[in-house]
């Protein structure tokens, strides 16, 4: 899939978000572990053409470095063309295809502040 940045102005109120809401298998640390790297690249892929609005993990204790405890999943707000576009996004993401996550949803999101 090749990514291309979308000419909407990231303020504007049409544009469209995805909310990518995941939730890890138990026990999940070593398979994230080993895939991070692919997901992180696809990642960065999506927010070098200015299409992330925020996206990152939910650690499994109340810690910014959760450590051995882990994560129990991800969020991923980004835009994209379509909702179809964005589950088949999210289909190939590495954790998704690797076991990483036991379940995922994908919902449009309307950005209201800031």
């Not at 939910?58 to 707000?77: Q, R, Y």
Request: charged fraction near 25%.
């Amino acid at each position: 899939m090749t990514l291309k940045r979308r000419v909407t102005p990231i303020f504007c109120t049409d544009q469209m978000w995805y909310a990518i809401i995941s939730k890890d298998v138990e026990e999940s640390l070593p398979l994230r572990k080993i895939h991070r790297p692919a997901h992180i690249d696809r990642l960065k892929a999506l927010n070098e053409v200015g299409r992330i609005l925020i996206a990152g993990p939910h650690p499994a204790v109340d810690s910014s470095e959760p450590g051995e405890a882990g994560f129990t999943g991800s969020l991923v707000v980004a835009d994209f063309e379509s909702l179809e576009a964005a589950q088949a996004w999210a289909s190939q993401d590495p954790y998704q295809l690797n076991g990483v996550y036991a379940e995922v949803v994908v919902k449009p999101y309307l950005k209201v502040l800031p």
